[in-house]
């Protein structure tokens, strides 16, 4: 099948003003961070977060500099919380940790077998900064997920009900998780549009769901049931 998905995130570090720039590239917002001392982006695997991501990179850096327009949560390698940060420096040990940063564009970070200490420059109500220090240059992966909050592909379908039923099973391409979790507004994000075509044509981009569900209805529109099918990840 062909088509094109459109790009959802993306990631710019600039080593001379040493900031790492994060985009939505759907929403076309951005955000950055303080990069000290950063070495080149390499791609990163996405799986290795706790919590979904569209896409992720990898680089070293001595320190991270949180902006003050961000709230930073510390999250274990389950995702559980483990509290926040203050102007007293808070050491955490050799491990794997990761922030979850609370601002425009959704950022994970991923601090992997590290040490580091982490404080405020100043309080974060009067606008500090989140300054995270680590022993020598270590390896830090960001990873961001979309607000994907209109479609990022076009599915197309001719004037047939088995295949409207077939490209209703792509929806499900845009839950990112089929947890609980997938309450938040984030993790359902937005499906892609299907138009009227000569022959049905789903973007090979799309990646449909795992669930192991499967719903059988009569092949005719009025069955074609696309809101059940999207919310169980039906994929026929």
Do not use: C
Request: net charge negative; aromatic share 6%; proline share 9%.
């Amino acid at each position: 099948m062909t088509g094109t998905v459109s790009s959802l995130v993306s990631f710019s570090l600039d080593s001379e003003t040493e900031e790492l720039t994060v985009r939505d590239d759907l929403a076309g917002m951005s955000a950055t961070l303080g990069v000290a001392d950063p070495g080149a982006l390499a791609p990163a695997p996405p799986e290795s977060f706790v919590f979904p991501v569209d896409d992720a990179v990898a680089f070293t850096a001595s320190e991270l500099v949180i902006p003050s327009d961000v709230n930073a949560r510390l999250r274990d390698t389950s995702g559980d919380y483990q509290g926040e940060f203050s102007t007293t420096p808070r050491d955490l040990p050799e491990g794997t940790h990761y922030l979850e940063l609370g601002r425009i564009v959704k950022t994970y970070v991923a601090l992997p077998r590290t040490s580091a200490t982490a404080g405020y420059d100043a309080p974060h109500a009067d606008g500090g900064s989140l300054h995270v220090s680590f022993p020598e240059r270590t390896r830090v992966e960001v990873g961001a997920r979309a607000r994907h909050n209109r479609p990022h592909a076009t599915v197309t379908v001719p004037d047939d009900p088995g295949a409207l039923m077939t490209a209703v099973g792509a929806l499900g391409a845009s839950v990112k998780e089929w947890s609980a979790e997938r309450s938040w507004p984030t993790l359902r994000g937005y499906p892609p549009a299907i138009e009227l075509g000569d022959e049905l044509s789903i973007p090979d981009g799309l990646s449909r769901p795992d669930t192991g569900v499967t719903i059988t209805v009569p092949e005719t529109y009025a069955d074609i049931r696309a809101s059940a099918r999207r919310a169980l990840g039906d994929t026929p």
